[in-house]
């Protein structure tokens, strides 16, 4: 799995690394049971602070994506769900909102006024 960061973009570090793994999960190049670059080595090839890193993975564990097991890592849980696929979305959509000038408010009226 390659991840890449950009230090001279808006979005931290930490949550840039965090939403390329939820990518690789949500599109499939990484499946439940795999285990995740060991946090130190990660940070290395990056050349980012090893707690960058644990921030991303303390991320991906409260949202119920990986696993973090002292001695073995950072392992992938749920590989196969859609939620993850569901919450990329929803975080490209709120990007995009923000871009445009939207407020949240304005956003969710106007999934309200899309919805079925």
């Known amino acids: 799995m390659l ?3 950009d230090p001279s973009a ?8 965090a939403a390329q793994v939820r ?3 949500a599109g499939g190049r990484v499946q439940a049971g795999d285990r995740l670059p ?3 080595e990660l ?13 991303a993975y303390a991320d991906l564990r409260d949202e119920g994506l990986v696993e973090l097991r002292r001695g073995r ?3 992938v849980r749920s ?10 979305l929803a975080r490209e959509l709120v990007a995009e909102a923000a871009r445009q000038g939207l407020t949240r408010a304005q ?4 999934i309200e006024e899309v919805s079925p």
Do not use: K, Y
């Open 10 to 17: 808006a979005t931290p570090l930490f949550a840039q690394i």
């Open 38 to 40: 060991p946090a130190r």
């Open 107 to 110: 956003l969710r009226r106007l």
């Open 79 to 88: 590989g196969g769900d859609g939620r993850a696929r569901l919450a990329q």
């Open 43 to 55: 940070a290395e090839s990056l050349g980012v602070n090893m707690h960058t890193v644990l921030r």
């Open 23 to 25: 990518g690789a999960i």
């Open 73 to 75: 890592g950072a392992i």
């Open 3 to 5: 991840i890449r960061v």
